[in-house]
Every structure is written in structure tokens, then in C-alpha cells.
């Protein structure tokens, strides 16, 4: 079941107060349409009544896929590394191998959404696209600024990223064989299984694959 809270709102435009509902926690069983909402951006959409204003309005939403045992809680520039949430750990107590998520921004959601939905492990994943960045670095002379996995082609051997370099605004997309993302699963089977099973949200990003990988070289 959905949960919703109304918040008062002023349109940036015409700055008209208005009261918004905002859905804070859905269910894709409840509503199989919220996974297609999500991807086109339109549940974060927001109209203004007076003037017809549209603009995204993001705010923290828990996503969950309780038939594919997972998790997410995007919560807009969320920074830490674990979220714990008691009524959250008491309510799914009984799902303790189901996996849990906390994500930063949109474009992370998706990319765990569709990770998970197809049994990928995304641990080994940030493994995987943390050597690729290091290579996209070396090769455009550029920091990159953040990478999301695109498209994963098992039968071809091929694994698709997509990088945003300098300041974010450049897109650059980088290939990479399959077998790098099942040497990452190896270490990650090998000295990470535990992880799943920690309480909290967990924020498995590129600072969580730079500190394994720190932890997997010292250990081996």
C-alpha cells in the first residue's frame, strides 16, 4: 500500500501556496504502473494550480519489489553510507534476505531497480564500473564525475556504462566485457556475502566499491 503526506507548497512561478500530496513509499504490487512513472520522471512531476506551472519535485520515496526481494529509499543527495529505519526493520522482519537499497538521485535508482529485477549482483557491479571509470579517466585525460550501468548483454560478453565527466554535463559511454563484471562477483562471493544481510539501507556506491577494493587488496 502506498503511504502519502500533504505538505503546503509555493509555486516557484506565480508563488501560489497550495497543499501537495506526496506518495513517500509505494509497492510495485499494489501499483504495477509506478515502475514506468518512475523511469519517465512523471511521478515526480509537479502542476501548480493556479498558474500551470510544471517542475520535478523530489522527495524521499521507498520503492519496494517484495515478490524480487528488494528495497529502495531514494532519498534526494543522501550522503551516508547506511540508513536504518526501526519501523521499517520491524514491519519486514521477516524478509531478512531481502535486499535494501539507499540511493542519492534518480538516475541511481533506476540503475538499481533494474540491477535487481534482473538478479544482478550491483556490489559487483560498482566493482565493475569502478575499473572501467579508472580506465574512461586514463584514456579522456578527465575526472569522472559519476557512472551509471546501462545495459547488460550476457550472450554478446558485454557490459555498457555510461559516464558523466568534468563537472557531470559531458556523457560518455564506455564498453567492457562481461567476464569483468564475474571477477568482481568472485571477490564480491569471496569476501562481501555478508553484506546483504547488515541492517539498514545500504549505500552501495563507488565510496563503498573504493573501500572494498582497499579492503580485497590488503586481505590478498
Known amino acids: 500500500m502506498s503511504e502519502v503526506i500533504s505538505k503546503y507548497v509555493n509555486c516557484p512561478k506565480c508563488e ?25 520522471e ?18 524521499p520515496l521507498l520503492y519496494s519489489d517484495i515478490k524480487r526481494k528488494f528495497m529502495i529509499y531514494y532519498i534526494p543527495n543522501v550522503e551516508r553510507s547506511k540508513i536504518v529505519d526501526e519501523k521499517l526493520e520491524q514491519e519486514f522482519s521477516d ?7 539507499v540511493v542519492p538521485n534518480i538516475n541511481a535508482m533506476k540503475e538499481k531497480i533494474v540491477l535487481l529485477e534482473n538478479g544482478y549482483d550491483d556490489l559487483a557491479v560498482e566493482l565493475a564500473k569502478l575499473a572501467v571509470a579508472e580506465v574512461v579517466a586514463k584514456s579522456t585525460g578527465q575526472n569522472v564525475y559519476e557512472g551509471y550501468c546501462t545495459d547488460i548483454n550476457r550472450g554478446d560478453n558485454v557490459i555498457t556504462f555510461q ?10 559511454l564506455q564498453t567492457t566485457r562481461y567476464d569483468v563484471y564475474q571477477r568482481s562477483l568472485s571477490i564480491v562471493q569471496k569476501c562481501f556475502s555478508m553484506v546483504n ?15 572494498a577494493l582497499r579492503r580485497y587488496k590488503s586481505t590478498y
Open 16 to 40: 501560489q501556496r497550495s497543499m501537495t500530496e506526496f506518495v513517500c513509499s509505494v509497492n510495485t504490487e499494489s501499483d504495477p504502473t509506478i515502475r514506468k512513472k518512475i523511469f519517465d
Open 95 to 101: 524478509l531478512a534476505d531481502i535486499k535494501r537499497r
Open 197 to 211: 544481510s547488515r541492517k539498514g539501507f545500504l549505500n552501495i556506491d563507488q565510496t563503498w566499491a573504493i573501500e
Open 163 to 172: 559516464f558523466f565527466l568534468g563537472g557531470g554535463r559531458h556523457a560518455y
Open 42 to 59: 512523471s511521478f515526480f512531476r509537479w502542476k501548480c494550480v493556479k498558474c500551470g506551472f510544471t517542475t520535478k519535485m523530489l522527495h
